[in-house]
């Protein structure tokens, strides 16, 4: 695969466009939350009948107001590690060798990484919490433990937990609030070789995981007020709209609340140094809800659709528009690059957004960005026999869907506890707390377990959830936002299907997937090895 870095298309800045009002790097700050699908209050208009009306997120929402809103932000692959890999390393998932799958997956260090490449520039780095894969190797694309600063701990990641055993819940909330500032600090205001110098330029990784199962039953409304009988009506029709799904949901909102509440934290202390106006921060998470049918692990909109603001005093100069342009996150490595003038390497092959955070108008503003392209291979390497990833390929736009589930035999959640003739299926509390007990593509939660427990009541929930799928599927997204009829047999839509497809194929192609070519690595050694 590396021989065909050289020969795929780099895409580059035009030498007249601004990049910021001063001649100094800007700063670059990345707040990423884990599984945080598109749902902030600031997209309450734009998504009616949606989870935004009920969350609320005044710290995302301020960012977005005084920066540019993504409408139509997508991830390359909705799994961390691949996610995480193709934002650092400013290129499609599949592009990243070892690290395009979960577990078992290896930084491979001929990949250039953002943070790395600008601290070569002359950039301090740290990050805290979680920026790559869950076991956090030394030697990491973001400098790994040598850049870490949390000296106040990692609780928050488990902020319901924490905050719910507290006597009095406000006080739980505000002592992880209060973790998060002295982590930001300890890294703001260093006392060793590392101390911030207001004449250099920092790259700063601000990556929580509350947003990731698991969290506490009825935090959402203890903790946040989030009512889940405010939800009715409100999810996908394809998940099952009981109390029990409701509240789940209403928990996971209440966990991206608490990210809201420490990014309203990070910026303060940005203020407090004085370099927010100079520092370009960016807001986004890596896939969607984990747990619930067709978000995390799956290439639905409800899986790839992330929220993303972007605020830069400096380089913005036309802030609080709404930006109707798809842009896929790997492109984030390139836009960094650039505004802080670091030559980008041939292999970031992700279009740089520099031009729509300088443009003046809403809307769509660059027509060739109309169309998102995700993709996904393995996620728990148990899921299904013999260490098999679940390849797909998609391409969305605005007003429609196609995949491409180029092995439609397997199970596309993982295999299921299906013994000779008789549905044998692990208890509540297994499927609500052990992922690996049934279906390990879809996380562990009260959600999955309802579905699957309560199969006969609502088939087509569960098939919605673990089903095997067509080689092909098509979704007119304008009239079927919840993707529930397959247009791609069809006849009526067959040229539209063929367009998708070429286009969809033409792309992957070009970028070099190993899926579409003759070596298709992820079928073989140590892709199929068991890892742990």
């Known amino acids: 695969m590396a021989a065909l870095i050289g020969c795929v298309f780099v895409p580059a800045l035009h030498a007249d466009e601004p990049l910021s009002t001063k001649s100094q ?12 699908g598109c749902y902030a209050s600031a997209y309450a208009k734009r998504f009616p009948n949606s989870p935004s009306e009920v969350i609320h997120t005044p710290n995302f929402d301020k960012i977005a107001g005084d920066g ?10 909705p799994s961390c590690t691949p996610c995480r ?62 850049t870490e600063f949390e000296s106040a701990g990692r609780r928050f990641n488990a ?29 703001l205001d260093a006392d060793d070789d590392r101390k911030l110098d207001s004449k250099q330029p920092i790259c700063y990784w601000f990556g929580p ?14 903790l946040w007020g989030i009512d889940p009988d405010d939800l009715k009506g409100k ?18 909102l209440g966990e991206a609340m608490a990210f809201d509440a420490a990014l309203g934290v990070l910026d303060e202390e940005l203020r407090r140094v004085g370099i927010a106006d100079e520092t370009l921060l960016v807001v986004s998470g890596d896939h969607g809800v984990p747990g619930v ?16 603001a972007i605020r830069w005093p400096d380089g913005i100069p036309h802030p609080g528009r709404l930006v109707e342009d798809f842009v896929s996150l790997p492109s984030l490595a390139t836009t960094f690059l650039s505004v802080a003038d670091v030559e980008i390497p041939e292999s970031m092959i992700a279009k740089p957004i520099v031009d729509i955070l300088v443009d003046s108008r809403s809307g769509q503003i660059d027509p060739e960005r109309d169309a998102a392209i995700t993709g996904r291979e393995r996620h728990v390497a148990k899921a299904r026999g013999g260490y ?17 589930n180029f092995e439609p035999e397997r199970t596309p959640m993982g295999d299921g506890p299906i013994l000779q003739s008789d549905w044998e299926v692990p208890n509540k509390d297994a499927l609500t707390n052990n992922t690996f007990a049934a279906y390990g593509d879809l996380d562990a939660s009260p959600t999955k377990a309802f579905i699957v427990l309560n199969r006969d009541q609502y088939p087509d929930a569960f098939d919605a959830a673990v089903g095997r799928r067509p080689k092909f599927e098509m979704y007119y997204l304008a009239n079927d936002p919840d993707c529930t009829t397959n247009l791609a047999e069809n006849p009526d839509w067959e040229t539209e299907r063929q367009r998708l497809h070429r286009r969809l194929m033409t792309h992957l192609e070009t970028t070099g997937d190993p899926r579409v070519s003759d070596d298709v690595i992820f079928e073989s050694g140590d892709y199929v090895k068991p890892t742990r």
């Open 25 to 36: 790097q800007p700063h670059i700050v990345m707040a990423f939350a884990d599984d945080w």
């Open 85 to 146: 890999s193709s934002l650092l390393s400013g290129q499609p998932f599949w592009r990243c060798e070892k690290s395009s799958i979960l577990q078992g997956a290896i930084w491979d260090f001929s990949l250039p990484a953002y943070p790395l490449l600008l601290e070569e520039s002359g950039y301090r780095i740290g990050q805290t919490y979680k920026v790559w894969s869950p076991g956090q190797p030394v030697d990491a694309p973001h400098g790994g433990k040598r």
């Open 235 to 252: 999810l996908p029709s394809y998940l099952p709209d009981v109390p029990v799904v409701r509240e789940d949901f209403a928990d996971y």
């Open 293 to 308: 049918s067709r978000g995390k692990c799956n290439l639905y909109d409800f899986g790839t659709h992330v929220p993303l």
């Open 159 to 187: 902020f319901s937990q924490v905050a719910m055993k507290a006597k009095n819940h406000k006080v739980g909330k505000q002592q992880l609030l209060d973790e998060v500032r002295r982590n930001i600090r300890s890294f």
């Open 68 to 77: 540019v809103l993504f409408a139509n932000a997508f991830v390359s692959a």
């Open 388 to 404: 098999l990833p679940y390849p797909q390929r998609a391409i969305q736009t605005k007003d429609w869907l196609y995949i491409i």
């Open 209 to 222: 995981t509350n947003t990731h199962r698991k969290w506490v039953a009825g935090s959402g409304k203890a």
